[in-house]
T-cell receptor, first 113, second 114 residues
Framework: DSGVTQTPKHLITATGQRVTLRCSPR?????VYWYQQSLDQGLQFLIQ???????AKGNILERFSAQQFPDLHSELNLSSLELGDSALYFC????????????FGQGTRLTVV | GNSVTQMEGPVTLSEEAFLTINCTYT??????LFWYVQYPGEGLQLLLKATKADDKGSNKGFEATYRKETTSFHLEKGSVQVSDSAVYFCALSGDSGNTGKLIFGQGTTLQVKP
């Protein structure tokens, strides 16, 4: 158990809908990262938050947004969903902003139908 | 930009065989290098890491040496077990912006047969 908790584990939704994925980092970790894993794109970095502030942005679509709350948990919001958004979404956390070791959650599998 | 290239899989080996999974990288500066492992239905777990040139990371019989001259970080194990069957990802961090993001290779699936 990595100590990173993601909910829900599975999500099935229709095109055009909006979903929210939740992540609780390991105790004491200030950074949260979101990654998308798909068959065609592999593991892609989406966004990083550090202590509530956005720290780095990857190839995150404008339809996607994230935030980190004062209690350090994070949410990834995906809207106007398309079939191609179906993927495994991972959250990871690390102690500081310049990662030396990230711990990953078990992921949320999103299926858009 | 920074990138990681891994050898294509799947790799199929018999138990007790020697394993090498090749990984090369392109990066500016001095990134840290990692190997992560993903077992079926699970998240990624850090297997080993190296933070500077000539460092050797090791864990659970796996080893990898940070080779700056060849920009490589190949994963090796002397004798694989069926339980090593998983997907292995090479990754680098140390982005120029000093963020913690990881850049992953495409992953290599390892299947070990009894």
């Amino acid at each position: 158990d990595s100590g990173v908790t993601q909910t829900p584990k599975h999500l099935i939704t229709a095109t055009g809908q909006r979903v929210t994925l939740r992540c609780s980092p390991r105790s004491g970790d200030l950074s949260v990262y979101w990654y998308q894993q798909s068959l065609d794109q592999g593991l892609q970095f989406l966004i990083q938050y550090y202590n509530g502030e956005e720290r780095a942005k990857g190839n995150i679509l404008e339809r996607f947004s994230a935030q980190q709350f004062p209690d350090l948990h994070s949410e990834l919001n995906l809207s106007s969903l398309e079939l191609g958004d179906s993927a495994l979404y991972f959250c990871a956390s690390s102690v500081d902003s310049a990662n030396t070791e990230a711990f990953f959650g078990q992921g949320t599998r999103l299926t858009v139908v | 930009g920074n990138s990681v290239t891994q050898m294509e899989g799947p790799v199929t080996l018999s138990e007790e065989a020697f394993l090498t999974i090749n990984c090369t990288y392109t990066a500016t500066g001095y990134p840290s290098l990692f190997w992560y492992v993903q077992y079926p239905g699970e998240g990624l777990q850090l297997l080993l890491k190296a933070t500077k040139a000539d460092d050797k990371g090791s864990n659970k019989g796996f080893e990898a040496t940070y080779r700056k001259e060849t920009t490589s970080f190949h994963l090796e194990k002397g004798s694989v077990q069926v339980s090593d069957s998983a997907v292995y990802f090479c990754a680098l961090s140390g982005d120029s912006g000093n963020t913690g993001k990881l850049i992953f290779g495409q992953g290599t699936t390892l299947q070990v047969k009894p």
